[in-house]
């Protein structure tokens, strides 16, 4: 009842948005997953994968060099993402197959806010937040069980997108996780009859499959996904063209994630494998979103957000070997590490009439600060109780005011291990900042000096942003202030001043 009522009462404060019609802005958020800083070109000179219409949106809006996610892996950032809230306050890892929502029902989400202030909202895409599968399970069935007949597809599944804010869901809720079929709002329109068998799939182009086991629909085909998920973006903004009322689409891609499934006409299309290939065909149909917003005349008054959940995944070490391509460049670190690379990614904004367009930005920004921000964006005040504690409004940034909203980040993965950014300073707080095999040949490749095993390491990124010095025996004062800054930001309730947005 109190989340109702805190709903409730956003709906009576006027709607002023920040642009110059004063009419309240679409809001559109494209989140890629396990995709580098330097896998797309405007980030990475010497990258080995073009990606045009990337590179066309950051010339028409903001690209900022200092983004980051919440967590070095999935779930987390998206969680931290839709609440504007440090995931670490609530968990740490990924939702499960088949495992319950790590939202808790008075949690306010950004989809929620946006929908009580007169907003449509659709998810497309890549869930991966959780769901209430038991709900739907069979009487007597084991609950561990995974198979095709343990559940009555007839029934919705609660506790989904559609519980958490959002009016529209179409996905498969996690491509490499059963269950292998469309979901639409909360139902299964095809019903899975049969358990999975990746040997039916076309043959996989790099890697191994990474598909976990559980139910599937006949014809299940992962080569599809990505192309039908930007078929029915597409179909989604036109529908929302017509309906003449302002909206908010989260379109989750599934890639360039595993598996790695690049469709043939993109086979060559970069020089960084199948998995270049496979950014090269993400690029292509963000494109294709991007150009129907245009077509449908409603680009410009829309607020469009790019960014990832994470950085890439750690084959990353062995396709740069052979290719050339370190999809995490310039950083050390990949996905669930608390080094740079695990959670510094692309963060792009095109807001026409309010950002400046090609500007680079090397403020410090987080995609928690999202929420606040997008509140801002359209004149409206955050609840105050269980709402987007850690989000920072970044409007002022975007205008292009001399102001710095955010000047601490905690980056974390694992309940282990920790960094505070605190201005161009970093402590990590653990044996080291990896959680990857692989990093020491390319340490050694890359001259990095060997570690001295302290379970503390401070860097100063303005000089040093690929991670190489340890300077925590030569400034032992600013570590011992950054580890209690760091305790205090832990066991505060809030990182963002009340009223930011």
């Not at 309240?24 to 990606?51: E, M, R």
């Not at 960084?272 to 963000?286: K, L, N, R």
């Not at 964006?377 to 710095?404: R, Y």
Request: hydrophobic share 35%; net charge neutral; glycine share 8%.
């Amino acid at each position: 009842m109190r989340k109702i009522l805190s709903l409730f009462a956003l709906l009576v404060t006027p709607l002023t948005a920040a642009n110059p019609t004063n009419e309240p802005p679409n809001v559109v958020i494209i989140y890629a997953d396990d995709l580098g800083f330097g896998d797309l070109s405007c980030y990475n000179a010497d990258g080995k994968i073009p990606t045009p219409n990337l590179d066309k949106l950051a010339s028409e809006g903001i690209r900022f060099t200092d983004g980051h996610s919440s967590s070095g892996i999935c779930t987390p950032s998206r969680y931290a993402l839709l609440t504007g809230r440090h995931h670490w306050r609530d968990f740490h890892g990924i939702a499960q197959s088949f495992g319950e929502s790590v939202f808790k029902p008075e949690r306010i989400t950004l989809p929620e806010f946006l929908q009580a202030n007169g907003y449509h909202t659709a998810c497309i895409g890549k869930w991966h937040l959780g769901w209430d599968w038991d709900a739907i399970r069979k009487p007597g069935t084991p609950k561990k069980s995974v198979k095709f007949d343990d559940f009555d597809w007839t029934k919705s599944v609660p506790d989904g997108p559609l519980a958490h804010g959002f009016d529209e869901y179409f996905g498969d809720a996690v491509i490499n996780f059963p269950p292998y079929a469309w979901i639409e709002n909360d139902k299964l329109p095809v019903a899975p009859d049969q358990q999975l068998d990746p040997k039916k799939w076309k043959k996989i182009k790099e890697g191994s499959w990474e598909c976990r086991p559980g139910p599937m629909v006949e014809g299940w085909d992962p080569y599809a996904n990505l192309p039908t998920l930007t078929d029915r973006t597409i179909a989604h903004l036109k529908q929302r063209k017509a309906a003449n009322k302002p909206f908010f689409l989260y379109f989750a891609l599934p890639c360039p994630h595993a598996p790695i499934v690049p469709n043939d006409e993109f086979d060559g299309k970069s020089g960084a494998g199948a998995f270049g290939d496979f950014v090269v065909e993400t690029d292509h149909h963000i494109g294709r979103v991007l150009d129907t917003l245009k077509e449908q005349g409603l680009d410009e008054n829309t607020l469009v957000i790019f960014t990832a959940d994470n950085g890439p995944e750690a084959y990353c070490y062995s396709r740069e070997k052979k290719f050339g391509h370190w999809s995490a460049a310039p950083f050390r670190g990949v996905k669930r590490d608390v080094y740079e690379g695990g959670h510094h990614v692309p963060f792009i904004i095109r807001y026409p009439g309010v950002a400046q367009a090609g500007k680079v930005e090397p403020a410090l920004v987080s995609q928690i600060d999202l929420m606040a921000t997008i509140a801002a964006a359209i004149g409206k005040e955050l609840p105050t109780e269980n709402c987007a504690e850690d989000s920072h409004n970044l409007l002022p940034l975007i205008k292009g005011e001399k102001v710095t909203p955010r000047t601490e980040h905690v980056h974390n993965t694992y309940p282990q291990t920790w960094a505070l950014r605190s201005g161009d300073w970093l402590l990590l707080q653990g044996k080291n900042g990896y959680h990857n095999r692989g990093w020491q040949a390319w340490e050694k490749k890359h001259n990095y000096p060997a570690d001295n095993d302290s379970p503390i390491e401070l860097y100063n990124l303005k000089d040093d942003i690929a991670q190489r010095h340890n300077l925590a025996e030569k400034h032992p004062e600013k570590a011992a202030k950054l580890q209690q800054r760091l305790k205090q930001l832990r066991t505060s309730p809030r990182t963002a001043p009340l009223g930011d947005s």
